[in-house]
T-cell receptor, first 116, second 112 residues
Framework: AQSVAQPEDQVNVAEGNPLTVKCTYSVSGNPYLFWYVQYPNRGLQFLLKYITGDNLVKGSYGFEAEFNKSQTSFHLKKPSALVSDSALYFCAVRDSPSGSARQLTFGSGTQLTVLP | NAGVTQTPKFQVLKTGQSMTLQCAQDMNHNSMYWYRQDPGMGLRLIYYSASEGTTDKGEVPNGYNVSRLNKREFSLRLESAAPSQTSVYFC???????????FGQGTRLTVV
């Protein structure tokens, strides 16, 4: 069974500082990895994904994520945080199914607060 | 381009009542999903449908039924609502396995 772990429920960072939101995963085959952001009372918005290729993936709003196969991690990063980045962030994984089953498994979420 | 549309946005039910949450997508996606989101627990998959005419149980299917009416629509039914089903429900859809999922705005359901 596939799973995703986000070890930090809450991350606080000062505006202008770099931020990292951690994610580790477990799948039986090749992972398809995603980051989503959720603002209050809204649905989830896609930020970026890793499918194959370069381990450093760049996405929306200046975010990037680094895929590390040996550590089974996919940490979300941003060089300089903004107050408007404050939101709930979810890491997700899809497996490489042999049949028709296609599931997207989410982590428990990390609340990012950027302090002015 | 509407994307994924969920109705209703808010609902209050009494214990034992039934209701159906509607979801429609206009992106010609094969896969559709229903999730529930509870504080501190992230999103948990209730049911999913890999293609029209097929549905499969997710992590927390008990107390729910689904119907993939056609390629566009995927509904979630609560036959006899319980307070434990108070949650925010999200519908999502996706294309082939390496594309991102698109989410609706959510339905906030309270069962009293």
């Amino acid at each position: 069974a596939q799973s995703v772990a986000q070890p930090e429920d809450q991350v606080n960072v000062a505006e202008g500082n770099p931020l990292t939101v951690k994610c580790t995963y477990s799948v039986s085959g090749n992972p398809y990895l995603f980051w989503y952001v959720q603002y209050p009372n809204r649905g989830l918005q896609f930020l970026l994904k890793y499918i194959t290729g370069d381990n450093l993936v760049k996405g929306s709003y200046g975010f990037e994520a680094e895929f590390n196969k040996s550590q089974t991690s996919f940490h979300l990063k941003k060089p300089s945080a903004l107050v408007s980045d404050s939101a709930l962030y979810f890491c997700a994984v899809r497996d490489s199914p042999s049949g028709s089953a296609r599931q997207l498994t989410f982590g428990s979420g990390t609340q990012l607060t950027v302090l002015p | 381009n509407a994307g994924v549309t969920q109705t209703p946005k808010f609902q209050v039910l009494k214990t034992g009542q039934s209701m159906t949450l509607q979801c429609a997508q206009d992106m010609n996606h094969n896969s559709m999903y229903w999730y529930r989101q509870d504080p501190g627990m992230g999103l948990r998959l209730i049911y999913y449908s890999a293609s029209e005419g097929t549905t499969d149980k997710g992590e927390v299917p008990n107390g729910y039924n689904v119907s993939r009416l056609n390629k566009r629509e995927f509904s979630l039914r609560l036959e006899s609502a319980a307070p434990s089903q108070t949650s925010v429900y999200f519908c999502a859809s996706s294309g082939d396995r390496d594309t991102e999922a698109f989410f609706g705005q959510g339905t906030r359901l309270t069962v009293v």
